[in-house]
């Protein structure tokens, strides 16, 4: 077919070719309808011609799948300015059965009309990398190209391994649709790139050869015309399944390295594991050392001495629990599964930590509620004691009772000393008659050791109890003595007399201990009624805050522990009016409860030891400002200073040295539970324990003087 232009225009296409036509690449002409004017030997055997200088019977568009693509091309060049070169095409042809990767360089040639009508080309052969150039920054993807139809003509070898194939030849000539986990969705795909040409990171499901689900991230872009749809799809994929794991997982993953300080950093973690340690992102938590994480070093020493003895066997360390503490110093409780990585020579080690703080929350609230239900039951029975023993002083001490509730257990004890002067009178007459009738009898024998064994002078505190129990122990073995003599023919006068002793010892003996049991009943009665609420606590909202007026909280807690304080002799002094009216927003049970204990050790605490003068409590409370300030003082039991400045007597279950005092008992939990309300009600707890009459800090068996200092924000 002859070429339809002009003969001065064929010959300046014939001279630019023939200026190139020597460069070692495939270089033609042609005209605008795509016939071949000119071609060098690479262009021969590039687009396998046949030999000779007519090649008009051949045409670059026969070459191109779709010829919308090359009228797309043409149109770009006509963009080009007189005499210009266009270097940025790129186009796939078929030559043969053969698919090759084209990127060519375009000289324009135009009419005098200014029409294009000829092109003289540079046709340049192009790598896979070269062909997804508009992806360059994501090298590492999974290259893909699709026809008009959707059908794979091209991938390379990442892409066929994401979705599990051994090449790209098992791959090509599929539908991209035949590869989405969910079908429906190809259709929704393919619309939304014709309305945007380009697609960047869109989350998908893909399906792979083994059937397995693979997550990637697509980003391609769609070629078509300028008011066509798209012809061609360019895109990469990559798989993101081990991401989604990763973050999503309720599993905080890690990755601790040894930096060059000798520091144990966290290098790499995921989300969950930034939240467990209170941070919002991952990126906030690395660098950080992984010992700061840990309650105290003796902590952090004890989890590297377990992974290093696992590490000996050659086995990760599993399921190790511990506590944690996050970056706002919250406690959290968590099970560790860690291991070295090989050959790192203990530098590198990577592990998995999943919180059950909630779930050990849970149990323990479980527990708490079953133990609060039976401590509710057995406090119950301990107030029906206590009222059993109450009516049994009543009935059978009447002449020893000092009040309502006690007896005066120094006259009870003068009295046991009298009964036991006319048993020893009685018993020296009985011995006396028994020599005269010249009887030789056991019961005889052994009376006098057991009376010389009753133990009635020492009223000790901490031997009074023991000294009363002995004391029924022996005079019940007195009395079985007695018995035992009545076949022996004494007279009846002084048996019924010893017997009348001996009873009367037993019942005032008897009443000592009641009274000293019931003292202690009344003693441990707070503890239980404290530790019942506390387990009964649940957890202080703010939606529950109500304003109440702090007064009658603080005198209710006071009035509570009236008997308490009247057994242990201890005057509680309210240094504050109690018509004042002072707001705070609080749960009132919950500071009911923090005052209560507060009160209680100040109580319990207290030394009556070589004073002169009752044993006192102080409680003062002024509003100052925007806040009311309360003030607890005891003279008693020392705190210690260290326990102070460390803090430990805050702590869930620590008790101070001294506590233990006389045998005072407690849980440990008092103070942790009174700082803990306070604090969620915007308040503070400080104490202090300074020593008296001038004597040493460190002589702790000396008095000091205890306080507890509360602040708290008035209601507005």
């Known amino acids: 077919m002859e070429p339809t232009l002009s003969s001065s225009l064929l010959q300046d296409i014939r001279h630019a070719f023939g200026q190139i036509s020597g460069l070692p690449f495939p270089i033609y002409a042609s005209d605008k309808t795509g016939a071949f004017l000119f071609a060098n030997e690479q262009a021969v055997e590039f687009f396998m011609l046949d030999a000779g200088d007519d090649f008009s019977g051949f045409n670059i568009g026969t070459y191109y799948e779709d010829g919308k693509e090359r009228e797309y091309i043409l149109r770009q060049l006509q963009h080009v300015p007189p005499g210009g070169w266009h270097n940025n095409l790129t186009v796939r042809l078929k030559i043969h059965d053969e698919y090759r990767k084209i990127r060519f360089v375009t000289k324009p040639f135009r009419d005098e009309a200014g029409e294009l009508c000829a092109l003289l080309c540079i046709a340049l052969s192009m790598s896979d990398i070269e062909w997804f150039a508009e992806f360059e920054k994501m090298m590492y993807a999974g290259f893909f190209e699709t026809d ?9 070898q990442n892409f066929a391994q994401v979705l599990n194939y051994a090449s790209p030849a098992e791959i090509k000539g599929k539908s991209l649709g035949d590869f989405f986990w969910e079908p429906d969705k190809i259709a929704r795909f393919y619309n939304d790139l014709n309305r945007h040409p380009h697609i960047e990171n869109r989350q998908l499901k893909l399906r792979r050869k083994d059937g397995a689900m693979v997550v990637v991230k697509m980003s391609c872009i769609g070629i078509a015309g300028e008011t066509e749809n798209i012809a061609r799809i360019k895109g990469t994929i990559h798989d993101v399944t081990f991401e989604i794991i990763q973050n999503d997982l309720p599993v905080g993953l890690f990755l601790v390295n040894t930096s060059q300080q000798g520091e144990e ?18 990126e906030e938590i690395f660098s950080k050392p992984i010992r700061q994480f ?22 990760p360390l599993l399921d190790y629990y511990m506590e944690i503490q996050d970056k706002q110093g919250k406690k959290r409780n968590v099970v560790a599964n860690v291991r070295y990585v090989a050959e790192e020579n203990q530098h590198l080690r990577v592990g998995a930590v999943y919180d059950v703080t909630d779930h050990v929350r849970g149990h323990t609230r479980t527990l708490e509620a079953d133990f609060s239900s039976v401590l509710h039951t057995y406090i119950a029975t301990i107030n029906g004691l206590r009222d059993t023993l109450t009516m049994l002083i009543k009935a059978h001490g009447q002449d020893l009772q000092r009040d309502e509730t006690h ?35 056991a ?46 023919n004494l007279p ?58 702090l007064v009658p909280i603080v005198l209710d807690a006071v009035r509570f522990l009236e008997e308490f304080a009247a057994i242990h002799r201890v005057n509680v002094v309210q240094q504050f009016n109690q018509r004042d009216n002072i707001p705070v927003l609080c749960h009132k049970n919950s500071l009911n409860r923090a005052f209560h204990n507060l009160l209680h ?70 103070l942790y539970d009174a ?31 205890t306080r507890a200092y509360i602040t708290l924000p008035v209601a507005k």
């Open 148 to 156: 008009k139809d959707l059908m794979l003509v091209d991938c390379n």
């Open 265 to 282: 950093i966290i290098s790499r973690a995921n989300l969950t594991f930034a939240h467990i340690h209170g941070y919002d992102s991952p």
């Open 294 to 315: 840990h309650p105290n070093a003796a902590a952090y020493e004890a989890f590297k001495a377990e992974l290093n003895k696992a590490a000996a066997n050659n086995q």
């Open 407 to 441: 007896i005066d257990r120094a006259k009870a004890a003068a009295e046991t000393v009298r009964c036991k002067k006319r048993l020893e009178e009685l018993l020296a007459d009985l011995s006396k008659i028994a020599e005269e009738r010249n009887l030789d009898d």
């Open 443 to 488: 019961n005889l024998a052994r009376l006098p050791k057991l009376v010389q064994k009753l133990s009635t002078g020492d009223t000790a505190a901490d031997k009074e109890k023991d000294n009363a129990a002995l004391s029924r122990r022996i005079l019940l073995e007195i009395r079985k003595c007695l018995d035992n003599l009545r076949p022996l």
């Open 492 to 549: 009846r006068e002084l048996l019924r007399n010893l017997r009348s002793e001996t009873d009367e010892m037993l019942r005032l003996t008897s009443m000592i201990s009641l009274s000293i049991s019931l003292d202690e009943l009344n003693e441990r009665i707070p503890d239980f009624y404290y530790f019942r609420d506390y387990l009964r606590r649940g957890e202080i909202v703010q939606q529950e805050f109500k304003s109440h007026n």
């Open 601 to 670: 050790n100040a109580i319990k605490y207290s030394w009556t030891k070589g004073q002169d003068r009752q044993p006192w409590v102080n409680v003062r409370m002024e509003k100052k400002g925007d806040v009311v300030e309360i003030l607890i003082e005891n003279w008693g039991v020392p705190i210690r200073r260290e326990e102070l400045e460390s803090g430990s007597v805050f702590q869930f279950g620590k008790r101070g040295r001294e506590s233990e005092d006389r045998g005072r008992s407690g849980t440990g939990i008092g």
């Open 675 to 705: 700082q803990d309300v306070i604090s969620k009600h915007g308040g503070t707890l400080r104490m202090t324990s300074e020593p008296t009459f001038g004597n040493l800090p460190e002589m702790y068996s000396n008095p000091f003087i």
